[in-house]
């Protein structure tokens, strides 16, 4: 895993994949299981739904501090296993056979098996809609990983994987920042 | 074009698609193309972000109200053409041979060729973040549609559409609301 560009982190949440978001607090690690993310900008600023519900939630507040990691379609079952049990009573990182490894910036654990990884920080919390803003401030991608496709959770408890990539760069140039 | 259970709703936007986003002010009928849309919880509240740098911003803000429309694979250059012009200087339905029809309880209109079109009104607004707080009141879904298949927007001028599907309801059960 190396360092990708922060400017370019937000291209791996707009398409709007499930994550899993690590937190880290008085020695534990956990993680939960996230679809319901979006992005805000052009920028590493992310929204991002959760509260009381998720047993993570305690770690994220108090600490400010949590990891974006970038699951793919190989990773679903981990994912689902992930997000149906609590870290209340599971050591998710030995239960499901992933890999904490030190962040940079933040207590948070990268997890090694992921496509990428986006350190972040609690920048606001938006209570009456359980909204948390978070702003990256370092990212981590695995450009040598063969499996790319990332997963989308429908809701109902069915997933669609990536399929075919188109190119509209050309179309759309006058939107988007330089240097992209 | 039929009504669908609105309780399914979030199962249009939790996968993370591109939507087009209609409005109509003053007797006329505007769109535009966003991506930076979340679900919210299992009802259909979602969180969108835009503000005065798209044109239907002041559309939505006076009549709060509004149509989030998926578009399908087959409709990729409308989506780019759609979000790459303004409504300031465009007939976007005109321009791009999309057919608006009238909602049932908004004046915002639905777009034919779409998948499926969500009537929503706004509920509340973030003003610091962008967001707007929205709550879809009817949902339509064209059931006899053969093509699908979603876009993702990565956010550089490439998409990607749905790909393979995965079932993992069993495992699922315990976190999912009943009736889905």
């Not at 949440?13 to 880290?24: A, D």
């Not at 994912?79 to 149906?84: A, D, E, K, R």
């Not at 948070?108 to 803003?133: F, S």
């Not at 069915?158 to 140039?173: E, S």
Request: aromatic content about 6%; hydrophobic content about 45%; some cysteine.
């Amino acid at each position: 895993m190396r360092e990708m560009k922060l400017s370019r982190a937000f291209t791996l949440i707009e398409p709007g994949p499930v994550v899993l978001v690590t937190t880290r607090d008085k020695g534990r690690s956990n993680i939960m299981t996230i679809s319901w993310i979006m992005v805000q900008d052009f920028t590493p600023v992310f929204a991002l739904v959760t509260g009381s519900w998720n047993y993570s939630f305690a770690a994220l507040r108090k600490t400010k501090e949590c990891v974006i990691a970038i699951p793919t379609v190989d990773m679903l079952d981990q994912v689902v296993g992930i997000g149906t049990c609590s870290g209340g009573d599971t050591d998710k990182f030995a239960k499901f056979g992933v890999t904490a490894v030190a962040g940079k910036a933040v207590g948070a654990p990268l997890i090694a098996e992921c496509l990428a990884n986006i350190e972040c920080k609690v920048i606001d919390l938006i209570q009456r809609h359980d909204i948390v803003m978070l702003e990256g401030v370092v990212a981590h991608i695995d450009v040598g990983r063969k499996e790319k496709r990332m997963l989308h959770a429908v809701g109902d408890g069915t997933f669609v994987a990536d399929g075919r990539k188109y190119d509209r760069k050309k179309m759309m140039a006058t939107k988007l920042p330089t240097g992209l």
